[in-house]
């Protein structure tokens, strides 16, 4: 809990009046954060051996701030805003009214998956969060985990980003190994990717 | 009808490949357990590496954005979108 209140710390609006809260919302001066389904999410991590050190370590506002300031110029695909952690282990991402509401439905049976099969290539979801503030507009942030960790970025050779459509999903002009291409970058550049036994 | 949407997200690494006596191997064979900082880290990243049949390359695979519903509605934003901001804005 405590990484949430650090987190906004830095925030000194004026306070924005908030009741008393069920467990799990944060109440903070000039800000009210609502945790969702917070004991499958604490299950979640709990899985990965994530614990609020982890989280805490990792998203320091401190240590994010160029992370964050950055989110603004890579609002990704479906128009939603994200940032890496300093350290690249988390990504933070707003989702839509609609991502949210189908998230609550579907949480018990993705977490049922996640523990029926370990080895499932779904990014985990660790927590949900809803950010009020007086003035603004309230923000849903999803927190996940990195899926991608080069043991070397220097011998990245592609990233993909791909949905099986050749329907404008091609990233134009110069990019770098580590610019995130498309199934049509995909299939004009023919790289060669061998078979692999996913488990 | 709703379909959910979703990506398959794909990282492509190159390893070099070390030919000694003792066998071929890469080169963060030899020093992993240098490079990574706890093995509940190691596990995390795991599930989502393999590795090419002949060795010489890490796959990054994993499957992101699946909370997005992909309907008539999208299809007609998308189409909107790459008309009038242009496909390299989405």
Redesign the interface.
């Known amino acids: 809990m405590n990484f949430v209140r650090r987190a906004t710390s830095f925030n000194n609006q004026p306070g924005l009046r908030s009741k008393p809260g069920k467990a799990g919302d944060f109440v903070l001066p000039g800000a009210k954060i609502t945790a969702f389904s917070t004991s499958i999410f604490q299950r979640m991590r709990a899985m ?2 994530i614990g609020f050190d982890h989280i805490q370590k990792s998203l320091h506002p401190r240590t994010n701030r160029d992370q964050i300031f950055k989110t603004g110029e890579a609002a ?3 128009g939603s805003f994200f940032f890496f952690s300093h350290d690249r ?1 988390f990504i933070v991402k707003t ?1 839509t009214g ?2 949210l509401r ?2 609550e439905k579907i949480l018990p049976a993705l977490h049922k998956h996640f523990k029926k099969n ?7 979801i660790y927590g949900v969060y809803t950010v009020e503030m007086q003035d603004y507009q309230k923000v849903h942030l999803i927190l996940m ?1 990195n ?6 970025n220097l ?10 459509s050749t ?2 999903r ?4 110069r990019t770098k190994s580590s610019s ?1 291409l498309k199934d049509q970058n ?1 299939v004009s550049n023919q ?1 060669h ?6 488990s | 009808m709703n379909i959910m949407d979703y990506s398959i997200l794909l990282g492509i690494e190159s390893k070099v490949l070390i030919k000694t006596e003792m066998g071929d191997f890469t080169a963060d064979e030899t020093d992993r357990s240098a490079s990574v900082s706890s093995t509940a880290e190691l596990e995390r990243f795991k599930r989502h590496r393999f590795t090419s049949p002949d060795r010489r390359w890490t796959y990054h695979v994993s499957i992101i954005d699946f909370l997005q519903f992909w309907n008539c509605q999208k299809v007609g934003e998308q189409f909107l979108k790459t008309k009038f901001l242009g496909a390299n804005k989405l």
């Open positions: 990965d051996n990704g695909a479906s282990r989702l609609e991502e189908l998230l370990p080895g499932s290539l779904l990014s985990r985990g899926t991608l960790r080069f043991d070397n011998d990245i050779s592609r990233i993909y980003d791909m949905k099986g329907f404008s091609l990233v134009k002009g995130t995909f790289f990717v061998q078979e692999i036994q996913l």
